[in-house]
C-alpha cells in the first residue's frame, strides 16, 4: 500500500484533532525513519523531544525487552522492585527528595495541580476552595480539561466548557507581573522555563531568579514543567540548571520513557509530596515495572555522555541556524538541542518549510504556523545534524527563490 492509500484510511477512522505532514511512517532506527514506500529521513523533531535516545535504541529495547518477559504490571496495589531504583535515580539527579509516577506529561501537570492546591489549604492556610495557580500566558501544558482551563489558546479552550477555575495568565518573561498577580491566595506559579510549543521562547536571562526570588518572598511554590525542555534537551539536565535556581517541584515526561513507552513524573520535596496520602491519586499504570526499567536506563545514558553532546553539539547547532541568513527568516532561539525557527509570515508559512523539508529527507514540524522547531535526538553525531541542517537550508534557497523571485545569492551576503 502507498502513502495516500494510507492516509485515505487513516482520515475516515481517526478524529482529524491533528494536522499530520504527508508522509506515513514505517520504521525507525537511530536518529532515521523510513516511509512506507520505503524513503529515509532524519528526525529532526523526535516526537516533541520524547525520542532523545533516538529510534528503537538497542540499549533500551533490550531492557525493555527483558523486563517485558518478567514483569510489566502489577498496579500500585503492591510494592515491585522496580520503583525504588527509579525513585532513587531521579531524586540522585535531581536534588529532590520524592516523587509521584505517572504515565503523560498532562497527567505530571495535573499532579502538580493538586499537590499545589494541597499545600495552598494544609500549609500556607488558603481558604478552602480560594486556592489560586498563576501561569504563562501562551503556555503549553497538556489538553485536560483542567489544563486547557488555564490555556490562553482559544481553540483549546473552544467548547470544552465549564472550564475549571482558580487560575490567572500573566505575560511569560515578566517577574513584575508574578509580583503583582500574587494574592494570599496564590498556592503556586506553574511555568515552562522555555515555552516549548509557543514556538521555543526563551525569556531572557535572570527570568527565572526572579521568579524564585518573588516565589520565596511570598511562599508561593515555584513549580517547573520541564515536560519538553527537561532531560537533557537544552544542554543540562533541566533547563533551569542553567539559571542555577532550585524550584519546588517539576514535571518531566516524554523523554523518560526512552521513545518507547509513555511515563512521567512530578518531583518535589519530602514537606510538600508526603501531604499526598492515600487515595489522594493514582494512575493503573503509573510507576509500573516496564516503565520503569526503561526509564531508570535511559537516565544512566543521559549522563553517560547525551547531555554533553546536546551542550557541545548544540553549541554548533545554534552557530549553524544563526548563521543562515535569509530574508525568509524572522528569528533563530533556543539552545542545546532545541531551536525554534520563525519566518516571516509574509512570505512564507513555517508548515510549507516543513513540507519542502520532507523532499530532502528531513524531517520536522512547524507549531504556531511560524515556527519550525528543531529538536534532534541527543545521540546525533554533526555528520548527521550537518545532513538535517543542510537540508532545512536547500529548503529556505528554494522557497527564496520561488517566493522572492529575483531574491539572489549577492544579497543574501
Ligand atoms: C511543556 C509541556 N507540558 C506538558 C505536555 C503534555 O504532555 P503529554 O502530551 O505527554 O500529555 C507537553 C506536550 O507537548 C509539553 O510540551
Known amino acids: 500500500m502507498k502513502t495516500q492509500d494510507f492516509i485515505t484510511r487513516e482520515n475516515q477512522v481517526c478524529a482529524q484533532t491533528y494536522t499530520p505532514l504527508p508522509v506515513v511512517l514505517h520504521k525507525g532506527k537511530g536518529v532515521w525513519v523510513w516511509d512506507v514506500e520505503g524513503n529515509k529521513y532524519i528526525d529532526m523533531m523526535t516526537a516533541y523531544s520524547a525520542v532523545s535516545f533516538g529510534h528503537a535504541n538497542e540499549r533500551l529495547v533490550n531492557v525493555l525487552t527483558q523486563q517485558a518477559q518478567t514483569l ?90 465549564p472550564l475549571t477555575p482558580g487560575f490567572k495568565a500573566i505575560p511569560f518573561g515578566d517577574a513584575k507581573a508574578l509580583e503583582q498577580a500574587i494574592t494570599p491566595n496564590t498556592a503556586a506559579f506553574l511555568v515552562e522555563p522555555i515555552q516549548g510549543e509557543t514556538g521555543i521562547i526563551t525569556p531572557h536571562p535572570g527570568y527565572l531568579k526572579e521568579v524564585r526570588r518573588i516565589c520565596t518572598e511570598n511562599n508561593v511554590l515555584l513549580l517547573l514543567d520541564e515536560v519538553q525542555s527537561g532531560l537533557g534537551r537544552t544542554g543540562k539536565l533541566f533547563a533551569y540548571q542553567h539559571e542555577g535556581i532550585i524550584p519546588d517541584g517539576i514535571m518531566i515526561a516524554k523523554a523518560l520513557g526512552g521513545g518507547l513507552l509513555p511515563i512521567s513524573a512530578f518531583l518535589s520535596q519530602r514537606d510538600i509530596l508526603s501531604l499526598m496520602g492515600p487515595g489522594s491519586h493514582g494512575s493503573t499504570f ?78 520536522t514540524k512547524d507549531t504556531h504556523k511560524t515556527v519550525v522547531r528543531f529538536a534532534p535526538p541527543l545521540i546525533i553525531t554533526k555528520e548527521e545534524l550537518d545532513y538535517g541542517l543542510n537540508g532545512f537550508e536547500e529548503a529556505i534557497r528554494e522557497l527564496e527563490d520561488e517566493k522572492l523571485g529575483g531574491f539572489n545569492q549577492a544579497s543574501r551576503e
Open 72 to 161: 510489566s504490571l502489577t498496579s500500585r496495589a503492591f510494592y515491585t522492585d522496580r520503583l525504588a531504583p527509579l525513585l532513587e535515580k531521579l531524586c540522585a539527579m535531581s536534588g529532590f527528595d520524592m516523587g509521584i509516577i505517572m504515565n503523560t506529561g498532562a497527567e505530571a501537570v495535573e499532579t502538580a495541580v493538586k499537590v499545589a492546591r494541597r499545600w495552598g489549604y494544609e500549609v500556607k492556610g488558603i481558604p478552602s476552595n480560594q486556592a489560586e495557580i498563576i501561569v504563562a500566558q501562551n503556555n503549553f501544558h497538556g489538553r485536560t480539561t483542567t489544563i486547557i482551563s488555564f490555556s490562553t489558546e482559544a481553540e483549546y479552550q473552544r467548547d470544552f466548557g
Open 286 to 363: 503509573g510507576g509500573n515495572p516496564l516503565a520503569a526499567t526503561v526509564a531508570l536506563e535511559a537516565l544512566s545514558m543521559l549522563e553517560e555522555g547525551l547531555i554533553a553532546n546536546a551542550a557541545t553539539l548544540g553549541v554548533y547547532m545554534n552557530e549553524r541556524l544563526q548563521n543562515i541568513k535569509s530574508p525568509l527568516i524572522k528569528e533563530v532561539r533556543g539552545l542545546g538541542f532545541w531551536y525554534g525557527v520563525e519566518f516571516n509570515k509574509e512570505f512564507v508559512s513555517a508548515r510549507e518549510v516543513c513540507e519542502r523539508m520532507l523532499t530532502k529527507g528531513v524531517l
